[in-house]
C-alpha cells in the first residue's frame, strides 16, 4: 500500500545501515530506497506488529525486472529488511515463513531462491534453520566489485 511506503524505506534504509552493510551513500543504498519503483515491477510485502509496519521484502520471479537469481519455477526474495527496533524478536523468521506459504500455494512454484552476501552472516542463520541451502554453483559476483554473493534454496517438495 503506497501509504506504507515511507516507512518501507524508513526500515529499508535503517536495517541496512545499522547492521553494517552499507554506507548512506552506497549507490545500492538508492536502489533499496526505491520502495515506488519495486513497488511497480514487484511484489512488496510488509509485515505488521500492532499496526505498525516492521518489516518488509520484495518478491519476484525469473524474467522480472527485480529478479537476479531466479529459475523457471522459483520464486524468489530480495531485500528483507526488519526494524532495527525489532530486531531478534523473530520477525524476520516470521515473514520468511509466510513467504514460503505463500510459494507453496503458487501454481508451478517448485523453490524458493535468495541472496546473501557472504558478510550478511547474521542473515545466514534463519534460512538455514528453516532448510534453505547453500547453493554454491550459483553464487556470484556484484558486477564491478568484489563482493561475493551467496544464494540459498528451498526446495519445497511435494
Excluded: N
Excluded at 69 to 82: K, Q, S
Excluded at 112 to 123: G, K, L, N, V
Excluded at 152 to 157: A, I, M, N, Q, R
Amino acid at each position: 500500500m503506497p501509504t506504507d511506503f515511507p516507512e518501507i524505506r524508513r526500515i529499508t534504509r535503517d536495517a541496512y545501515l545499522r547492521a553494517g552493510h552499507f554506507t548512506a551513500d552506497h549507490p545500492y543504498m538508492s536502489v533499496l530506497e526505491d520502495v515506488e519503483h519495486r513497488a511497480e515491477h514487484a511484489q512488496v510485502w510488509v509485515a505488521e506488529a500492532a499496526g505498525k509496519v516492521v518489516a518488509a521484502a520484495t518478491l519476484t520471479f525469473v524474467g522480472q525486472p527485480y529478479s537476479e537469481i531466479a529459475t523457471d519455477g522459483e520464486l524468489e526474495f530480495r531485500m528483507l529488511a526488519v526494524d532495527p527496533a525489532c530486531r531478534g524478536g523473530g520477525v524476520g523468521r516470521a515473514v520468511v515463513l509466510e513467504i514460503i506459504e505463500h510459494a507453496r500455494g503458487l501454481p508451478g512454484t517448485e523453490a524458493i531462491s535468495i541472496t546473501s552476501a557472504t558478510f550478511m552472516a547474521r542473515a545466514h542463520a534463519p534460512y538455514e534453520s528453516l532448510d534453505f541451502r547453500r547453493a554454491p554453483e550459483r553464487d556470484w559476483h556484484v558486477p564491478g566489485e568484489d563482493v561475493l554473493l551467496w544464494v540459498f534454496t528451498l526446495e519445497l517438495g511435494g
